[in-house]
Each structure stands twice: as C-alpha cells, then as structure tokens.
C-alpha cells in the first residue's frame, strides 16, 4: 500500500468563510512531501485537519487506506506530530517532559525515550531544563517526542520556522536522516521555497486555501527551459522582426523593455545580427535557465515576484 495520506474534496470554513477548498492531496509512503505557500495560504489548517485537531468541513480523509475521522482515528496511533510551536513545561528537562508525554499517551518505554534523544542529538542535554534550550534544540526535542512511538508519518508545522542557518540545516539533516534510517514519510510545511527545496522529494503548492499543483521536484528539474532575455527600448518591432525574419513561434514579453524567446534554435548571434541590420538598439542579450523559483512563483503569484 504506496499512499499514505489521501484526501478528497477536503474543504474547511470558518463563520462562512472558506479557508480550504477541495483539497485532493496524495503523501506517498517513504517520502518526504513539503506543502509549500505564503502566509495564511491554509497549510495549517489543512495539517489540523490530517491530524484531527480540527474537523472538516467536507470531504473525506484517507489516512493509511483507511477512512480518517472523528468516529475513526485509529491511524493517529501511526503519526505523530508537531502543529505550529512545540510546547514543553520549560522548568522540567528534556527527558522528564518526554516522560510526561510518555506516560500520557500511555505508552513508557525508556529505552524508546533513549533512542529518539539519540535521534536527535539530545541525549548528552538531557538533564538540561527546556528553558535553556534554543528555538533549534525545542524544535528537535519536538521531533523526539513525535518520534517516540516509531511513527510512520511524522507531520511538521513550518520546521525551520525562526531558526539561524545552522539550525535550518541541522533540522533538514535530521528529518533526512530520519527518513532514509528509519523509513518515516514526512508531512512537513513551509513558506520558503530554497528550504523546501532542499528537503522534500515532492511538493504540494498551496494557494489561496487551494492545492494548485502536486509535483516532484525531479519531474520539476527535468522540464527546466533555457530561454533568450532580450532587452531593448523597441520590444514591438523586435518581436515583429522575430518573428518574421527568424519564425520564432515561442516568444513572450516580459516587461516593456524584456523579450524572453523559448524557440530553441535561435541564437543569440542570430537575434544581434537582424536587430543591429534594422538600427533596434540593444541593451543587452543573455542566455537563460529557468530556475525551480521560476516554476513555484508561477504557480503561488501567478507569475508575478513582487507581489
Ligand atoms: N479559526 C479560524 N477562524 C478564522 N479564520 C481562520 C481560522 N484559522 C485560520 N484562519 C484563516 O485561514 C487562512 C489560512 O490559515 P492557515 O494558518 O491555515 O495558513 P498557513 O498557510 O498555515 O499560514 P501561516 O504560515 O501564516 O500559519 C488565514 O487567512 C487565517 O487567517
């Protein structure tokens, strides 16, 4: 069985007004799965919904093939999770909150508590009280207690949230490392697109309360195209010299000034020669990949970077 989580029409309102809509969302069992959107796009609520902090609207949830609801929550047993700020009882150590946790979900096991403090690189800390810990080490102390019951999905609420570069890359360390090692797929969510890039396998852009796209970042890499950027003061009759002169079928004016031409057999030393032989000045001529930031800001902004 490959799915992990599936979701159907999965929608959500408040007073009325609708937050998340027809949601059809597919984790993959052993991957890494990151929800990428802006601020109040409705990542959140869609994780409350997977891990039943919050109740649906309508639709349906399948959690491990199984249909996931308030009557049904069986699969939760199988997850574990950390849903906006990982809270802790900062006088207590690290070791007697996980106990707490432990012996709440009923489940004492200290060798368990052990094995997911190795995890995460806590253990020679574990003495230490929670107040004295940086954002990094309550974020993994977090994923230590998700981990403790051996989950097989662990779902994250915006990891890399307000921590430094090293924290950042501790974290994707961990959440690999804890994917490759122990086969947990991970649910995680972020606004960054150069964070999640570098930690998810597949990515699922939200918009506006709505799952716009599903793809993998491989399939994303592969479908990268060069391009032309032409800039020039006359971008009307370049395009029109371009297109007759050169047959170019694949161009698109990018800014009053800018000129991007897909067509692959165009160069540019073809392009300098027709536009100098007519007198169109030109102010520059580049060669061009399309990055993945490209690709995700069509997909978030509807194309637009400074929105
Ligand atoms: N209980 C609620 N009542 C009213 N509006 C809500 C409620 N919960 C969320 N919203 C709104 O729904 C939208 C989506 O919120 P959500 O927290 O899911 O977004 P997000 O993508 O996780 O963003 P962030 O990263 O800022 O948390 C926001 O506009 C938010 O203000």
């Known amino acids: 069985m490959n799915a992990i989580i599936q979701t159907h029409d999965l929608v959500k309102a408040v007073k009325g007004k609708t937050i998340v809509s027809n949601v059809n969302l597919n984790v993959r069992k052993g991957e890494i799965y990151g929800l990428l959107g802006p601020n ?39 997850v574990g999770s950390i849903i906006e700020y990982p809270i802790f009882y900062e006088h207590l150590t690290a070791m007697e909150n996980l106990q707490i946790h432990c012996e709440y979900v009923g489940f004492y096991d200290k060798r368990a508590i052990h094995q997911a403090l190795d995890m995460v690189q806590l253990r020679s800390i574990e003495d230490k ?27 994250l609420d915006e990891p890399t949230n307000g ?12 959440v690999r490392t804890l994917n490759k090692e122990y086969g947990i797929t991970f649910l995680l969510s972020s606004h960054i697109l150069a ?3 570098q930690m998810a396998d597949r990515i699922g852009v939200v918009r506006q309360g ?24 006359n971008v009307q009759r ?17 800014q ?46 509807g194309g637009d970077k400074h929105v």
Do not use: C
């Open 256 to 301: 009053d000034n800018k000129i991007r031409i897909y067509d692959a057999g165009i160069t540019a030393a073809q392009i300098s020669k027709l536009l100098v032989s007519q007198d169109i000045e030109i102010e520059e001529i580049q060669k061009h990949t399309g990055t993945l930031e490209d690709y995700f800001y069509n997909q978030i902004q």
């Open 195 to 197: 964070e999640i890039e």
């Open 163 to 174: 921590l430094d570069p090293i924290g950042i890359k501790d974290m994707r360390d961990l």
């Open 238 to 254: 370049s395009v029109f010299l371009l297109e007759h002169e050169l047959r170019a079928t694949n161009l698109k004016i990018v």
């Open 129 to 155: 009280r929670v107040k004295d810990f940086s954002l990094g080490m309550k974020q993994r102390l977090g994923i230590a207690r998700a981990a403790i019951t051996r989950p097989e999905l662990i779902v």
């Open 210 to 233: 709505q799952l716009v796209d599903e793809v993998s970042l491989a399939e994303i890499r592969q479908q990268r195209t060069d391009y032309l950027e032409l800039v020039t003061s």
């Open 40 to 78: 109040g796009a409705g990542k959140t609520t869609i994780m409350k919904m997977l891990t039943g902090l919050i109740i649906p609207t309508s639709g349906e949830i399948m959690l491990f093939g199984k249909k996931f609801d308030e009557t049904a929550k069986e699969g939760l047993k199988r």
